[in-house]
């Protein structure tokens, strides 16, 4: 089991930016993700990178506004979040993958942290 801890979130307005930070102890030779999920809705992916940094994979639905990356040495993987929007509004999650590389799939995905809320307003 790995421990994993999420901060960073908060209230914004749109058009702002926050910067969420995951710190987990372990496998830091996995890829590692980050996930949300609004209210009412299903988990979703936002974006996973390698256990370099060398490569990442965005959803479409964020790329170009977010940036994914992480300092093993620190053992944290940060997520720059840029030109928010309401949209945005989650709780996100960190994750640490235990299957496919770099996939956008739950399930593979085996330790996950407890959240972390952004709320977005207009």
């Known amino acids: 089991q790995v421990q994993l801890v999420e901060s960073g979130g908060g209230l914004v307005q749109a058009g702002g930016s926050l910067r969420l930070s995951c710190v987990g102890a372990?496998?830091?030779?996995?890829?590692m993700a980050w996930f949300r999920q609004a209210p009412g809705k299903e988990r979703e992916f936002v974006a996973a990178i390698n256990w370099s940094g060398s490569n990442t994979n965005y959803a479409y639905s964020v790329k170009g506004r977010f940036t994914i990356s992480r300092d093993n040495a620190e053992n944290t993987m940060y997520l720059q979040m840029n030109s928010l929007k309401p949209e945005d509004t989650a709780v996100y999650y960190c994750?640490?993958?235990?299957?496919?590389?770099?996939?956008?799939?739950?399930?593979?995905?085996?330790?996950w942290g407890q959240g972390t809320q952004v709320t977005v307003s207009s």
């Open positions: 372990g496998r830091t030779f996995s890829t």
């Open positions: 994750a640490i993958g235990s299957g496919a590389p770099m996939s956008d799939r739950e399930n593979e995905y085996s330790d």
